[in-house]
């Protein structure tokens, strides 16, 4: 079932922004924002999700109980995303928030805190008691939302993500 949100904000330059779950022809336009964050920042492509082969199929990903990627539209065009997943490995009750990318124009607009936001209530309503979250240096502006959303520094990763690259993790109890 797909959930529409249209959010009414005064500070935002657009006509129409909506929040809603991922749909499968969602797929192409989410790996291209993906890949295009990743080559903005310069950020290492294997060992993360840019190479990953589930980062073409985001749908069927999402489709997994217990898990959900919030999908931001603005004026009907997707322009990034946010998530709850069930990753293999976490301790009992934890999920990882994943898959937080937002195309450069869509940035300071606060779409990327509703996204983060609408994940972090997801996952309570889920059952989970905690988040955790892998990331890289180069993005070092996510990690400070992350830590004013209550995220706080781990000193090693959590489960099999796959994502061998990543040096940053976090987690936040909920």
Same mark, same amino acid.
């Given at each position: 079932?797909?959930? #529409? ?84 490995? #976490? ?84």
């Amino acid at each position: 079932m797909v959930e #529409l949100i249209n959010i009414t904000n005064p500070n935002l330059s657009v006509r129409d922004l909506s929040i809603r779950e991922i749909i499968q022809e969602d797929n192409r336009a989410l790996a291209k924002i993906i890949r295009s964050v990743f080559e903005e920042h310069d950020a290492p492509r294997e060992g993360t999700v840019y190479s990953d082969p589930t980062t073409d199929n985001l749908f069927e990903l999402f489709s997994r109980p217990k898990s959900v990627l919030w999908v931001a539209e603005i004026d009907g065009a997707v322009v990034g995303c946010c998530g709850v997943y069930p990753t293999e490995g #976490l301790p009992q009750g934890c999920a990882e928030l994943v898959k937080f990318y937002l195309n450069s124009n869509a940035r300071g607009k606060g779409i990327g805190k509703d996204l983060m936001e609408r994940s972090i209530n997801s996952a309570k309503e889920m059952g989970y008691r905690s988040l955790y979250i892998e990331s890289l240096p180069q993005y070092s502006r996510a990690i400070a939302i992350y830590e004013k959303q209550g995220f706080r520094m781990i000193d090693r990763q959590l489960g099999k993500s796959g994502h061998s690259t990543c040096n940053v993790w976090m987690i936040k109890p909920l």
